[in-house]
């Protein structure tokens, strides 16, 4: 199970950091993403890590300005998002499996998803 916080409210420019948390002892050998559904939109791709953290991926729309990072001791992904947006506004989902892709599809376990809403 993932269970994902640090969702809130935030004026433009700001930062917050997200968390998942995964229950399980296999969490290490899982990749980990975080993907966003904006209202009326469909889920797209956010950031994603390999199992070790040694390789990250993010899309175009937040490079430079998030960072997704994890520790395994602790069974966490986090998400760092700074310089926000008022377009990052979303509910943002963390996902697990044997991937790093950017594609919904390819994960085989979703958190619950925390909402980011973005004001200027």
């Known amino acids: 199970q993932l269970q994902a916080s640090g969702g809130g409210s935030v004026q433009a420019g700001g930062s917050l950091r997200l968390s998942c948390a995964a229950s399980?002892?296999?969490?290490?050998?899982?990749?980990l993403a975080w993907f966003r559904q904006a209202p009326g939109k469909e889920r797209v791709f956010v950031a994603s890590i390999n199992w070790s953290g040694g390789s990250t991926y993010y899309a175009d729309s937040v490079e430079s300005r998030f960072t997704i990072s994890r520790d395994n001791a602790k069974n966490t992904v986090y998400l760092q998002m700074n310089s926000l947006k008022r377009e990052d506004t979303a509910v943002y989902y963390c996902?697990?499996?044997?991937?790093?892709?950017?594609?919904?599809?390819?994960?085989?376990?979703w958190g619950q998803g925390t909402l980011v809403t973005v004001s200027s």
């Open positions: 399980g002892s296999t969490f290490s050998f899982y990749g």
């Open positions: 996902a697990a499996g044997y991937t790093s892709a950017t594609t919904p599809s390819m994960y085989k376990y």
